[in-house]
């Protein structure tokens, strides 16, 4: 009799138990937020130069995967971009008389952009630009 009480008492209290199970919450932006150092090569004017760009999150309260791109394109711009698991999204914009837009993947510690480059100031031709960044 004893060892059913107790079995019963046990069950009580096991069964009144709730377990919360919390997940950590990943940021995808976690991955390429840092300092890189990247090759960009000019389809347009077949040149390449070297520079250093900086990656940052974003204080957009609304978009939870939008980052900062400081430095594009070597003109001290920033411009605004989204990722989604390896993809990175640089929708049109217009930053600094310059009309910006392209995509990306990111391996590992490597960023690979493509992207378009025009001046609305000048009548130069739309700069196509291919560039790879490495974080250090």
């Known amino acids: 009799m004893k060892s059913n009480v107790l079995l019963l008492i046990a069950g009580l209290v096991l069964t009144s138990c709730d377990?919360?199970?919390?997940?950590?919450?990943?940021?995808d932006r976690d991955?390429?937020?840092g300092s890189y150092r990247i090759e960009e090569y000019s389809q347009t004017y077949n040149e390449s130069i070297r520079f250093n760009i900086y990656i940052r999150k974003s204080a957009?309260?609304?978009n939870s995967s939008d980052i900062i791109i400081e430095n594009f394109y070597n003109a001290g711009m920033d411009v605004r971009a989204e990722i989604v698991n390896n993809k990175i999204y640089i929708s049109r914009q217009y930053v600094n008389g310059?009309?910006?837009e392209g995509v990306g993947t990111v391996f590992l510690n490597e960023v690979t952009l493509n992207y378009s480059v025009r001046d609305t100031y000048s009548n130069r031709p739309v700069d196509f630009c291919e560039a790879k960044a490495w974080l250090f």
Request: aromatic share 16%; hydrophobic share 40%.
């Open 19 to 27: 377990i919360l199970v919390v997940e950590p919450r990943y940021d």
């Open 31 to 33: 991955r390429v937020t």
């Open 60 to 62: 957009n309260a609304y």
């Open 98 to 100: 310059y009309e910006i």
